[in-house]
């Protein structure tokens, strides 16, 4: 509604703009942030799942693993080495 548009109707041109759904954006932007966070600060992963709204973080890990393919433990320790 805030488009101005049917939501079929921006879906299907953000898709076509973007490449991706806007669900599937959503979701790369949430794991961008994790990484950021995961990278540059100690907070445990349940306070940075939480904080990017997850309120599950067995799937905040699900989701993490699937798209960078290592869990979110995995991906801290490689950035410390």
Do not use: N, W
């Not at 509604?1 to 079929?8: D, H, K, L, T």
């Not at 349940?46 to 904080?51: D, L, Y």
């Not at 973080?57 to 993490?64: I, K, L």
């Amino acid at each position: 509604a805030e488009a101005g548009m049917p939501p079929r109707t921006f879906r299907r041109r953000f898709h076509a703009m973007v490449g991706c759904s806007p669900h599937q954006y959503l979701i790369g932007c949430r794991i961008g942030h994790a990484k950021e966070m995961l990278g540059g600060t100690e907070l445990p992963i349940k306070t940075i799942a939480g904080q990017l709204g997850y309120q599950d973080v067995s799937f905040f890990t699900r989701q993490f693993r699937m798209i960078t393919g290592v869990a979110p433990a995995a991906y801290r320790r490689s950035r410390e080495a």
